[in-house]
């Protein structure tokens, strides 16, 4: 199974994927999580791609294709991948239909979740993070026991540096000017799912479900 998670930022791609990953297991290839782990770790990428995130911008195309090329090689994506952040401008789309057919590989779905603008301002500046085990939680919907640990593992909860209303505002901008064209991309390849993302996360996961398990 090899499908795009496609949405605005805070549409709940993350979430959504986590449940996949638990129900089918292949993986999870998130460009985000890839450049907040370099940020941290402070190699060249990260201290390349930081400046641009923590603007709200898209980092390079040439970087984050280069990434995800040599991330579907590996090994435990020929049982299938699930891309989420990624494509997010028309070249990266480009991209990855040259490097798919290049593997002898075709996406099999491109799932759309649709969420209001005013619902994701909210649930972005709401969002939080385990710093250990990666667990999402909305301080609105889905509150931890306490605010600032994970219910799972105990490990610290953080704020995304760029979850803050400033930054939000910027990258919703970022969407709707490079990212969201990409629906009518995939639509046009017969490709696209539209999914109802205001719903409770299980809601959503059913619909996902059917879209994957056909
Ligand atoms: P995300 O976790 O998907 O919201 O991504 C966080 C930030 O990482 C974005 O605001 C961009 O700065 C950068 N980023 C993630 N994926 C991409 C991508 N496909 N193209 C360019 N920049 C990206």
Same mark, same amino acid.
């Given at each position: 199974m090899n499908v795009i998670l496609l949405g605005?930022? @805070?549409? @709940?791609k993350g979430t959504q994927a986590e449940k996949m990953i638990e129900a089918w297991g292949i993986p999870h290839i998130s460009t985000g999580d890839i450049l907040r782990k370099a940020v941290a770790a402070g190699t060249p990428l990260g201290t390349q791609a930081k400046r641009y995130m923590d603007a709200g911008e898209l980092v390079p195309d040439f970087v984050v294709i280069g990434l995800v090329k040599s991330r579907l090689q590996e090994p435990d994506a020929e049982r299938g991948f699930i891309l989420d952040g990624?494509?997010?401008?028309d070249a990266q789309a480009e991209a990855l239909d040259r490097a798919l057919e290049e593997l002898g590989r075709s996406l099999d779905a491109v799932i759309s979740i649709d969420v209001a603008r005013d619902v994701i301002v909210k649930r972005l500046t709401s969002r939080r993070t385990c710093s250990s085990c990666g667990k999402i939680y909305s301080l609105i919907a889905d509150p931890p026991?306490?605010?600032?640990?994970?219910?799972?593992?105990g490990g610290d909860l953080y704020q995304r540096d760029d979850d803050t209303v400033e930054t939000v505002t910027n990258r919703l901008a970022v969407y709707d000017r490079s990212t969201a064209p990409l629906v009518d991309y995939y639509r046009s390849k017969g490709l696209l799912k539209q999914i109802? @993302?205001?719903?409770?996360v299980d809601e959503v996961f059913a619909d996902v479900r059917s879209v994957v398990e056909g």
């Open positions: 605005a930022p @805070g549409a @709940g990624f494509p997010r401008t026991a306490d605010p600032a640990k994970c219910d799972v593992c109802d @993302g205001d719903r409770p």
